[in-house]
Nanobody, 116 residues
Framework: QVHLVESGGGLVQPGGSLRLSCAAS????????MNWHRQAPGKKRELVAA????????IYADSVKGRFTISRDNTENTVFLQMSSLKPEDTAVYFC?????????WGQGTQVTVSS
């Protein structure tokens, strides 16, 4: 059974940083591209960042470019999202997703709240 477990969320002041982790089990992790999405209250879920299976390429939403960095460790079956210069509008539940063709698995999400 596939499990994706996010961690690292919390309350942070504007301008602060957080590092999210997503630990995967039950799948051949290096065969999956990994995505981070977020969903704010009353808004659609949006793709924040994505990284290829081997980690040699990544893309970002315009709203987070230059502030967020996605990375992965295929030896630890984990994907990370380093978030810096956080803004109140980054407040959302952050989800990781594993994708391989038509296979898609989601974590349960971790709350990030940016507030003074």
């Amino acid at each position: 059974q596939v499990h994706l477990v996010e961690s690292g969320g919390g309350l942070v002041q504007p301008g602060g940083s957080l590092r999210l982790s997503c630990a995967a089990s039950g799948l051949a992790f290096s065969n999956y591209a990994m995505n981070w999405h977020r969903q704010a209250p009353g808004k659609k879920r949006e793709l924040v960042a994505a990284i290829t299976r081997v980690g040699d390429s990544s893309i970002y939403a315009d709203s987070v470019k230059g502030r967020f960095t996605i990375s992965r460790d295929n030896t630890e079956n984990t994907v990370f999202l380093q978030m810096s210069s956080l803004k109140p509008e980054d407040t959302a539940v952050y989800f990781c997703q594993a994708v391989n063709g038509q296979d898609s698995f989601w974590g349960q999400g971790t709350q990030v709240t940016v507030s003074s």
